[in-house]
């Protein structure tokens, strides 16, 4: 079985309590490793060990970290198999769909290299003949990093990337119970040359090890993705030390398609958005908008698509979906059908746990398609996080915008038109930090990532990525 320890000052080791959890596989409720789990002591001298590391690595040239950067993206690819194994049994989506977010995971890494070398100021025109002023931008300093179970290895380079490539020293937690893949990115990132105490990682509970991290003051920064509730707590602990924080929350997607839009194409990127990762994935497709003169034939081809995604252990060859992450998770995707189906849903396929031996011990679910849907429903409101697919039809545009508005969530929205016209006019008014026309994701390592409303606070990617972890200084001289 697979051991894996916490890594604090660069070395791997165990809890000081001794503490120990089982990780157990979701398509088989096996037990696939143990891991050591950390208390409100070893986030402390996680913390204690990166604050003690900061300025030095802070003086590092932004070249020799973008070497390290790109040494560090050169073993993640060299050990894409073990971690895309690790993620596939912790977290249960299939083999090549792990393999891709490591994969993806080396690049944001390469992408922040090069990145933390354009950190530019800037040389201000001063109001007066004897002054000059030069604007800087410095590391923040000890960067806690907290980082939820879903897409736990890309999430966490979106992260420890640009801290690192700025100059800010790392404490990331993992997920309690998908730690190991995350763990071992880390270890790749360590093994490439960094000095002891700049990146740690410590296991454990997000109301232990996460609440420490958030608490003391020796991190200056706080950067989270995970739900609302957990990110409000975050901001208000936050607060009491004015700390800076990134928050990357919920979302509830809506999915437009137009009468003038490709059908087919719609389909596969519907398809393939709404139930990747079994919908568990902040930017998935929550809620479906089609115009009435292709709601029969876009949903009768949706339809069609999901009856033939095969589910199974990600572990499989020729698997489409995995297991539900956790039995918690299923049941909330079972109660928002449910709730649907009694408000006048009708569920045109799954809706129920798949049939056969291979599927009795995982969390499986079938993908599932509802229509004749509202928005008293919870699915068309809060977020599922799950498979479904609920699909709504629309007449007029202004009318199902103000429908896609009408959320608390502000993190993606998608629409599938020709007219160019409709794209800029919605792309303008969709309340959401990303908005993909004629295209499924919103997330692209050069460009912001992050919510509106309640999805979020600050952006990740791109340079607004790196700017998160810096502080903005004047220098003023006076001649
Ligand atoms: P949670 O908010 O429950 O957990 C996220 C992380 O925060 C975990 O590491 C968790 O630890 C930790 N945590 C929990 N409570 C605290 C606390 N009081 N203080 C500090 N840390 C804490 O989210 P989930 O893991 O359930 O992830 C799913 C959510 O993430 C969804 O809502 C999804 O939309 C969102 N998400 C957002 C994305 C975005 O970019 N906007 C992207 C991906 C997901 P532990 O594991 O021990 O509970």
């Not at 051991?3 to 791997?12: A, H, V």
């Not at 165990?14 to 208390?39: L, M, R």
């Not at 390469?110 to 530019?120: I, M, S, V």
């Not at 979906?321 to 059908?337: A, D, N, V, W, Y």
Request: hydrophobic residues 40%; charged residues 25%; glycine residues 8%.
């Amino acid at each position: 079985m697979h051991r894996s320890k916490m890594l604090i000052d660069g070395k791997l080791v165990n809890s000081v309590a001794g503490k120990v959890a089982t990780i157990y596989n979701p398509a088989t409720k096996e037990p696939v490793a143990e891991v050591s789990v950390g208390v409100r002591i070893d986030a402390q001298l996680a913390l204690d060990a990166a604050r003690i590391a900061f300025p030095k690595w802070s003086e590092t040239h932004s070249q020799q970290r973008g070497d390290i950067l790109h040494e560090a993206a050169r073993l993640v690819r060299q050990r894409v198999e073990e971690i895309a194994t690790l993620l596939t049994c912790e977290q249960g989506k299939p083999l090549k769909d792990s393999r891709r977010e490591v994969l993806s995971s080396a690049d944001v890494l390469d992408y922040y290299a090069e990145e933390g070398k354009r950190n530019f100021g800037q040389w201000v025109p001063a109001a007066s003949q004897g002054s000059r002023s030069l604007v800087v931008k410095q590391p923040i300093g000890v960067a806690a990093i907290i980082t939820p179970w879903n897409l736990p290895v890309d999430l966490m380079a979106w992260k420890v990337g640009p801290a690192l490539a700025a100059g800010c020293t790392v404490v990331a937690k993992p997920p309690s119970l998908a730690p190991l893949a995350a763990t071992a990115f880390i270890r790749a990132v360590n093994d490439a040359g960094v000095p002891p105490g700049v990146v740690n990682v410590v296991h454990g509970s997000g109301s232990v090890v996460g609440a420490e991290l958030v608490e003391n003051p020796v991190s200056r920064k706080i950067a989270f993705t995970g739900e609302t509730a957990t990110g409000r707590w975050i901001m208000e602990k936050a607060a009491r030390h004015i700390k800076r924080v990134s928050l990357e929350l919920g979302g509830q997607s809506p999915f437009i398609v137009c009468s003038d839009a490709s059908v087919d194409k719609a389909v596969s990127a519907c398809v393939q958005r709404a139930f990747s990762n079994m919908g568990q994935i902040c930017i998935s497709v929550n809620r479906i908008y089609v115009a009435e003169e292709v709601a029969e034939e876009f949903t009768s081809k949706l339809v069609d698509r999901t009856m033939k995604l095969k589910v199974g252990n990600g572990l499989e060859p020729g698997i489409d979906l995995g297991p539900m992450f956790s039995e918690p998770m299923r049941q909330k995707t079972e109660e928002h059908i449910a709730d649907a189906v009694q408000k006048g849903a009708r569920v045109l396929c799954g809706g129920h746990k798949p049939e056969g031996e291979e599927y009795e011990n995982g969390f499986f679910f079938l993908p599932t398609v509802l229509e004749n849907v509202d928005h008293s429903m919870r699915v068309m409101r809060e977020e599922t996080f799950g498979p479904v697919a609920p699909i709504m039809h629309f007449e007029d545009l202004d009318e199902v915008i103000s429908l896609a508005n009408g959320t608390e969530y502000g993190l993606a929205a998608y629409i599938f038109t020709n007219d160019l016209t409709t794209a800029i006019k919605a792309a303008e008014r969709l309340e959401a930090g990303g908005v993909g026309i004629n295209v499924n994701n919103v997330a692209e390592i050069q460009a912001p990532f992050g919510g509106w409303k309640q999805s979020g606070l600050g952006r990740e990617l791109g340079h607004y990525g790196l700017d998160e972890y810096l502080e903005v200084k004047h220098i003023r001289f006076g001649l």
